[in-house]
């Protein structure tokens, strides 16, 4: 573990003297980038993060929502690349881990995972197939032994994370509201630590995490362990219920030096420990191992003396080691010692609150470079190209790696991963959607609007099942932030996120910042990973099965905004051209007029557009309903676009209804009385996906050879490579 050299001098004039290597390994632990956010905590401060639902507890490790009836949602998202890069199968399952104990840390009972996903090129490129494969299994593996289901998330390729792992885990928990932990102490209450053993597993995992992955360092990636998990959550949720819980936190990044020092610095207590105290999985650990280890399955709980014994009594039942390793004080110090030996005794102000850095900033020469204005080749067969993007290994069916998880168990999922977002049931009768999307190939392009367009497509998908968005979390994945070109593009997605959050009332909950995602081939595009949480009221209406002569309606217009989009990237090789741009009004028209055709009972199915444009949303209702499509373009509101243009353009803002011609009257009013641009494009029928032009036929395309090419394409590139 290290520290810059003006950290250390810093460090220094802070404590008046040279620390101690425990106090040092504790520090550079701390505030290193991972658990510090040195560089992004003071421009996080514009996200609008209260709203009249939300609730604030101190030291809280997940976002937390009101949802009536004295329940509550609490949200978290987290990654684990640079682990994942190395270890696929462990860094990708401790990464379910880690988030599952911070909703827990709330007193909340964790109800679904979402991940998202990021490799390098599988059609090129076999180690990104092994890491594929083996960060799935991990996911799958763990969230099915500890029986929560993973309802949704995303998986994209690019060439970008060659050699490297992009792995996004987002975990919502449901409670009641009065039994969330409000996280108090007083001097006197003993400092307890549950769960697995400390070993030497994640020693420097926090440092290993802020820095270019540049070697393999598997020392510094943790050791999974869903069956203690498991029961560490069940343990949980009987010491919560019988009172002997004051605070808590899970062990994560930095392992027991952030865990002590956030707890105490966010309570304003002290803490003194005795490592000799600490169960380990080996015998010879020095206390700076002991104190910076990652290793999984821990929770650090504050009890006081009148619940130790019930606590230990609970542990007991769940077969769960318990160890009492220290006591609170009263002097807003971390103390440490080994029996009566000091070996740090620190403020935990000092400890908790790394220095704040003013990174530099400047637009990227890459940018200036782009073609703003691309010129295509003409193609002259587009059922063809139709058919190779439906193999596009970003656009094809992801059932490979969802069928793998159980996305069914605690029987709350109502609407199943595989189209928009999930939905699940909750216990006062109302219904939780969710989604996380991002789109780095937009984000490179234009970094401010690429990231206003993940948030708004997360939205949309939300907005599909009939929920209101009411929250979101955010995971901002970027290079290093020493370079400003890199730092630029951050402070560039921060402030588009933050425009329209505040334009939509939906605050932020929570989140997570990851810098140095970096290999020597260099930085990641810019990667923010937005999830959206939406409420149903009532009972949601799942999609329903289309049948011949349904009409299939479009919200919104179409614009030439293929930049960044997978059309030009994976037919013509282009980098560049304009990204989509949101207008914050449309949206808003847009998303209203939409959510209330859906609560009026008016639409059998929504889906919205985005990933490859119309022609593979449509496509994609046509192939999960087994039935073709006669579709005009003329009807499609575009400003004179050439074909490829209005079937590719990734514009958002669109949404995709399929309606009953007896509905057609009742919802042309909803789109009147809203002022949204729409038009009736075609209609449902036959064995075909049909594009006409006129009386031209576009696209011709069997709907069984186009879902042979989506639904097995990804599958046989991770099985035969």
Same mark, same amino acid.
């Given at each position: 573990? !290290?520290?810059a ?13 040279? %620390? ?6 504790? /520090? ?16 996080? *401060? ?15 490790? !997940? ?14 998202i ?31 009972r964790? $109800? =679904? ?32 032994? $500890?029986?929560?289901?993973? &309802?949704?998330?995303?998986i ?8 490297? =792992? ?26 307890v ?9 994640g #020693? ?15 020392s ?7 069956? #203690? ?5 069940e343990?949980i949720l ?30 304003? &207590? ?17 206390p700076?191992?002991? +104190? ?5 399955e821990? +929770? ?14 609970i ?12 006591? /609170? ?11 009566n ?9 000092? /400890?908790? @609150? =790394? %220095?704040?850095?003013d ?34 290994? @970003? ?13 069914e ?111 020597? *081939? ?17 009972? %949601? ?17 179409t ?29 808003k ?33 046509c ?25 590719? !353009? ?29 038009g +009736? ?21 069997? #709907? ?8 097995k ?5 991770v099985?035969?490579?």
């Amino acid at each position: 573990m !290290s520290l810059a050299k003006q950290e250390s001098i810093f460090l220094e004039k802070k404590i008046g003297r040279k %620390p101690t290597n425990t106090e040092f390994q504790i /520090v550079a632990a701390e505030w290193s980038e991972h658990c510090s956010y040195k560089s992004s905590k003071k421009h996080l *401060k514009m996200l609008p993060m209260t709203g009249h639902n939300i609730i604030s507890e101190k030291g809280l490790d !997940s976002g937390v929502i009101d949802v009536g009836d004295n329940y509550v949602v609490t949200v978290h998202i987290e990654s684990h690349n640079h682990p994942s890069a190395v270890e696929p199968y462990g860094g990708a399952a401790t990464g379910v881990g880690g988030v599952i104990r911070d909703i827990l840390s709330a007193g909340t009972r964790p $109800i =679904a995972i979402l991940d998202g996903l990021r490799f390098g090129n599988i059609e090129k490129d076999p180690f990104a197939i092994w890491l594929f494969k083996n960060a799935v299994s991990g996911i799958a593996d763990y969230g099915n032994c $500890i029986g929560i289901p993973t &309802i949704g998330g995303e998986i994209e390729f690019d060439e970008c994370y060659t050699n490297y =792992a992009l792995v996004d885990v987002a975990a919502i928990g449901f409670g009641k509201k009065d039994r969330l932990i409000k996280n108090n102490a007083k001097k006197g209450d003993l400092v307890v630590l549950i769960g697995g053993p400390t070993g030497r597993d994640g #020693i420097g995992g926090s440092q290993f995490a802020s820095d270019s992955l540049e070697s393999e360092d598997r020392s510094a990636v943790q050791i999974p362990d869903p069956f #203690i998990e498991k029961l560490i959550i069940e343990a949980i949720l009987e010491a919560r219920n019988q009172k002997c819980i004051k605070a808590m936190k899970d062990l994560g990044g930095g392992g027991l030096s952030c865990a002590i020092s956030e707890t105490a610095d966010s309570l304003s &207590i002290g803490i003194e420990l005795d490592v000799n105290q600490i169960h380990t999985r080996e015998s010879d650990m020095n206390p700076d191992e002991i +104190m910076i280890s990652e290793s999984q399955e821990r +929770m650090l709980i504050i009890t006081d003396k009148n619940k130790l014994k019930k606590l230990q009594e609970i542990c007991k039942k769940f077969s769960i080691i318990c160890s009492v390793i220290g006591k /609170v004080k009263d002097d807003k110090l971390m103390r440490v010692k080994k029996n009566n030996q000091t070996l740090a005794s620190i403020p935990t102000n000092i /400890v908790a @609150n =790394a %220095p704040l850095l003013d990174r530099p900033s400047s637009e990227p020469n890459y940018l200036k470079k782009l073609p703003k204005r691309i010129q295509l080749k003409e193609v002259s067969n587009l059922s063809n190209v139709l058919l190779k993007m439906l193999g596009n290994p @970003n656009i094809a069916s992801k059932i490979w790696a969802y069928s793998q998880y159980d996305h069914e168990v605690g029987i709350r999922t109502v609407i199943k991963p595989g189209l928009d977002a999930s939905v699940l049931r909750l216990d006062n009768g109302k219904f939780l959607s969710v989604k996380i999307d991002g789109n780095p190939k937009h984000c490179y392009v234009n970094p401010r609007q690429g990231a206003i367009g993940c948030f708004e497509e997360a939205i949309r998908n939300v907005v599909c099942t009939g929920a209101t968005p009411i929250g979101m979390v955010d995971h901002l994945q970027f290079g290093n932030p020493e370079n400003p070109e890199i730092f630029w593009t951050f402070l560039e997605s921060l402030k588009g996120l933050t425009d329209f959050a505040k334009f939509f009332k939906i605050p932020c909950v929570g989140g997570k910042v990851s810098f140095y995602n970096e290999t020597p *081939k260099g930085p990641i595009k810019p990667t923010p990973v937005i999830g959206v949480l939406g409420i149903i009221d009532k009972e %949601p209406s799942h999609p329903q099965k289309i049948d011949r002569g349904n009409i299939l309606i479009i919200v919104g217009n179409t614009n030439d905004e293929l930049g960044g989009s997978e059309y030009i990237e994976y037919i013509h090789g282009i980098i560049g051209g304009t990204c989509p741009q949101v207008d914050f009004k449309t949206s808003k028209k847009n998303m209203t007029a939409v959510l209330e055709s859906i609560k009026k009972g008016y639409v059998k199915c929504a889906h919205d557009c985005s990933k490859g444009g119309i022609v593979i949303a449509i496509s994609e209702l046509c192939m999960m309903n087994n039935i073709g499509c006669n579709i005009s373009l003329e009807k499609i509101s575009a400003k004179h676009l050439e074909s490829d243009r209005i079937l590719f !353009s990734e514009t958002h803002s669109r949404y995709l209804l399929v309606i009953d011609k007896k509905d057609l009257k009742k919802i042309k009013k909803v789109f009147t009385e809203n002022n949204v641009s729409y038009g +009736m494009i075609g209609n449902f029928g036959g064995n075909q996906i049909l594009f006409k032009k006129g009386s031209k036929s576009i696209i011709n395309l069997r #709907i069984d050879k186009a879902l042979s090419k989506w639904e097995k394409s990804l599958e046989e590139l991770v099985i035969h490579g």
